[in-house]
């Protein structure tokens, strides 16, 4: 995972993580990020060293905290939660952009529980909290403007008091304001979240302003330059421990020619930041970055670094597993089946919701994700996913498995197979170089070097698919993989592999994902 004892690797959590915000607490930290239409929402992370993160629940885990409707569109929902801790309790305060409102929640014990709901009915999203001199709360959103608050009461003491907005860069959002020294900074993101997206930042003797900006605005961005990590923003800064500076922020590693694509989603990243002259300081973000001297972090290896296996023989799924919009009682099980995860269908299908999944992020460009699963008379199987309307399927049912391609108004199967009753296994992988399938014939090569048919040289990724038979694994199609990304699809998530039901129930014996070494079958252990 790292080059040297004084370096780190970005992104400090890959995959579908943005929007991350931070505090510390003595020895530790936690980490808060985004979930959209997923549920539970906004999922918490635990470190020692702001390089190692351990999830260790989901702030709002239970309905009574988040009811997403059934109709919440992709990308809405859960959007930018802020954390902090204060008088010896954590607070997280986030946006229901369904609802149009904020909530804030609080906890004693970051893993939970965490408390019921309280609600400001106020405009903008991305919702932040301070506390000043006189332990007045500051509720500040995007915009900028800020409201002066009860946070027990949900009530409205003062505001809207504007703020400083940024350098005229589109949508000014994520603002956090912080108390060091004799002054009041102001940090915000501009430009919108992708390539475009900066970090810019102010200051005031007065939580009220007038804030003066920064000497070099903004003071983080990748727009218009050649380098691996893109949309870098919507950042948060921490104290160490040691007195060194940190900030956490979410960017994007889009893959193949002109023009890139990204699918894992924003992903969280890590930079040191110095102090000059009184303003924070950061050098572009490296996917390898040196920790400032004096004060490396300790790497320890990552339980993300590698692979993950589940076995379903707990009496709870594990608080990595995300389902749509909410997650009924009745539609899964692990006692039904000592074992096995029993899933009962919810919807008839993947393209509208109201299905049941349950999904694991894509983590890795290269890896490969399996499943164990029993039908019986159910229609069932595992989902590379965007939304409702990009997501290639690998179906079982009938005593037949399907590749199912779903690409906008489009939907059609790719490939199939008989097999015979009973568990079968079923594997989707992805891979980021020789995008050229190993069936590609010379006709294909000719209308396009390197490329199969639909796929160009610019291809972020090939995705397999294969079904295991008594004579080995067997390889059912290989789809371009740029059709599940957010520049297609649009929107704010990324890619999950998803364990799913359309049609009675299924039953799943076990999930393995495993990065794949760039030029093994299947696909890098980069994450």
């Avoid at 970090?199 to 003066?212: D, L, M, Q, T, Y």
């Avoid at 995705?463 to 520049?487: C, H, I, K, M, W």
């Amino acid at each position: 995972m790292t080059a040297t004892s004084t370096t780190f690797r970005n992104p400090v959590l890959s995959g579908f993580h943005p929007d991350p915000s931070i505090c510390r607490v003595g020895d530790d930290y936690y980490l808060v990020c985004s979930s959209f239409e997923y549920f539970p929402g906004v999922p918490i992370f635990h470190s020692r060293d702001l390089v190692n993160w351990r999830q260790i629940g989901n702030v709002l885990d239970r309905p009574g905290q988040l009811r997403l409707p059934p109709d919440t569109h992709a990308s809405r929902g859960i959007f930018a939660p802020t954390i902090r801790h204060h008088d010896g309790r954590f607070w997280m305060i986030t946006t229901d952009v369904t609802l149009g409102r904020h909530l804030l929640v609080t906890a004693i014990d970051p893993a939970g529980p965490w408390s019921d709901p309280v609600y400001f009915d106020l405009p903008h999203v991305d919702p932040s909290l301070a506390w000043d001199d006189n332990d007045d709360c500051w509720l500040t959103v995007s915009g900028v403007e800020s409201y002066r608050v009860d946070p027990q009461a949900g009530t409205i003491l003062e505001g809207p008091v504007p703020m400083w907005s940024g350098t005229g860069g589109q949508y000014p959002e994520a603002p956090h304001l912080y108390r060091i020294g004799e002054w009041w900074y102001l940090l915000v993101s501009e430009g919108g979240t992708h390539t475009g997206h900066a970090v810019s930042i102010a200051r005031s003797r007065s939580i009220r302003g007038p804030f003066e900006p920064g000497p070099v605005n903004p003071f983080l961005t990748h727009r218009s330059m050649r380098r691996t990590v893109q949309a870098t923003g919507h950042a948060d800064l921490v104290q160490a421990g040691d007195g060194s500076w940190w900030m956490v922020l979410l960017g994007i590693r889009a893959k193949g020619q002109w023009p890139p694509y990204h699918v894992l989603g924003r992903e969280t990243f890590l930079v040191p930041v110095r102090w000059v002259d009184g303003w924070p300081v950061v050098d572009p973000v490296e996917e390898v970055m040196a920790a400032p001297a004096g004060s490396p972090p300790a790497l320890a290896p990552s339980p993300d670094a590698g692979g993950y296996r589940e076995d379903f023989d707990g009496g709870e799924l594990s608080p990595r597993w995300i389902s749509l919009r909410h997650r009924p009682r009745t539609s899964w099980s692990l006692t039904e089946r000592p074992g096995w995860l029993i899933l009962h269908a919810d919807g008839t299908t993947l393209d509208r919701a109201g299905a049941t999944l349950v999904a694991h992020r894509q983590l890795h460009h290269d890896c490969r994700a399996s499943v164990r699963v029993d039908p019986g008379t159910g229609r069932a199987g595992l989902t590379l996913r965007l939304d409702e309307a990009h997501h290639y399927d690998l179906e079982v049912a009938d005593g037949t498995v399907r590749v199912i391609g779903r690409v906008g108004p489009f939907r059609q199967v790719f490939g199939e197979r008989q097999v015979p009753p009973g568990p079968v296994t079923l594997t989707i992988s992805t891979r980021t170089h020789n995008l050229l399938p190993p069936t590609a014939t010379a006709a294909d090569q000719a209308a396009a070097p390197g490329a199969p048919f639909g796929v160009r040289p610019s291809a972020c990724d090939m995705v397999t698919f294969a079904v295991n038979t008594e004579q080995g694994p067997v390889v059912l199609a290989e789809l371009d993989g740029r059709y599940l990304s957010t520049e297609v699809a649009a929107g704010f998530t990324g890619r999950v592999f998803g364990l799913y039901v359309t049609d009675g129930s299924a039953a799943f014996n076990w999930f393995d994902y495993q990065p794949v070494a760039t030029g093994a079958p299947g696909a890098s252990t980069t994450p």
